[in-house]
């Protein structure tokens, strides 16, 4: 029999065990079982009394299956992706409590005239080149109430307010106070249990500013994170993936049209290093283009209004749907160049051919859009740049060079046409203008300052690209990097 002094330094219960509770037996307490349960080999389990404290860390890890999730808030993402079926039946609630705004956030946003003016800016200069935000949903939100009580909202009119921001005069970097705060609420909303379209759309314009504005790797990186929350909200990820029943044309449209947004910065951003990995897949010709931009702003799409890739380009289509054919094709383009067995491949030529069709097609209207037409000279360029300076002189090269050539001569001849003679580019408003020309304007120009000879016509083209991209520069700094990079060229030519 154990001494007093010895049974003392046994850990005990604190209260008697339930099998000698029921049975009305005397409990010794001992753990982890009592005597009278281990001599008749049944199971021992102690019921602690909730107002007793735990007296020893035995008992206390001994009740782990006490703690339950069933008060945890059920956010709707995480239903999303661990078993979005349940939210066919309709009966999950799931929880959305939105933190105030902070004081920073508001500051920047402004009082309701602010944001009115911040919108108009948007809507009349860039949208006119990326319409991807629905002008009617917009123009349907309740703004004064609905962005202090929707951060998605607010983040999307941050977005708005740093896309149409010009960087300050004399600023060295656009990494500004706007920016850094759009990119930290971004985030912030990003990782909460918020999940709309709206963040989405901030993202893209996150992007576009930095595609723009040549902050890299940023650009890149924010690109593919679109794509991936595109894909988490069941945009661009097929039939399978469902997150909400979308039941206006418009939601359809637009859902559809920032899909294609992602896809052309997918692959703007990668136009002058080929060889990266698009985060986007490739565009079916079963998929449909962006309808008519006027009747989508005004809201009065029919199911009729769509058409697939496969469609010929025509006068008629809209704008969007023709850059999203040319973001199609520079993907193809960006893929045959960075494709090791490109000497032995002759796609390059229908490339070429289909690519010179829609440049016909952008200049065939009554109101050419130059934004348009840029981006098709800029794949267009993308795809003969490295041939441009060749010297290579076999055979299978012979008309690789030859037409690289002759699409540099008549690139050319069109710049000396429109931008020196009619100067119908310098005069634009700097709001309106995009990022797509830039690239083409710094491939044009580095390839006439590589050439052995150059006459006085052609030092007239590049001092005019010079000229262009020092005017593009108070708009976007990415054209102030382009200046920089001839300005190495020179310098290397020269040494």
Partial sequence: METPGRESRHPRAAQVCRSCKLRKRKCDKALPKCSSCARKQIVCEYVENVRSKPHSP?????????????????????????????????????????????????????????????????????????????????????????FQSRPDIALLLLGLKLITTFPPVGLQTTRTPLYHATKHFYLEVEGSSVFSISVLQAGVLIALYELGHGIYPAAFLSVGACARYAHALGIGAGPTVQT???????????????WWAIVILDRFVSIGCPGRLFTTADPRLDDLLPANDAAWDQGILGPDDCSPLSSPMTRHMSKFALLCQAARLLGQVLRHVSNESVVLDDSWMQLDRTLQSMLAACLDVDSPDYDQITFVYSTLVALHAPWFSSDCSNAVNAERIRCARSVLEKVTDRIGANLVERQCFLGRDPADLSPWGLFFAYQICGAHMRAPERSAPLLEVVRCLKEGLLAINVRWKAAGVYLQLLEAQEAIRFS
């Fill in 244 to 258: 909400s029943r979308v039941l206006t044309m418009v939601e359809v449209e637009e859902r559809k049209r920032v």
């Fill in 58 to 146: 035995v008992a206390s890890s001994d009740r782990w299956w006490e703690t339950s999730p069933v008060n945890q808030v059920l956010d709707f993402p995480t239903l999303l992706f661990l078993d979005p079926a349940l939210l066919r039946h309709g009966q999950v609630e799931t929880g959305r409590v939105a933190a105030p705004l902070s004081s920073q956030i508001l500051q920047l946003l402004g009082d309701a005239d602010d944001i009115r003016k911040t919108a108009y800016q948007f809507f009349d200069h860039v949208h006119q080149w990326m319409p991807f935000i629905s002008k009617k949903r917009f123009e349907g939100l309740d703004l004064p109430s609905s």
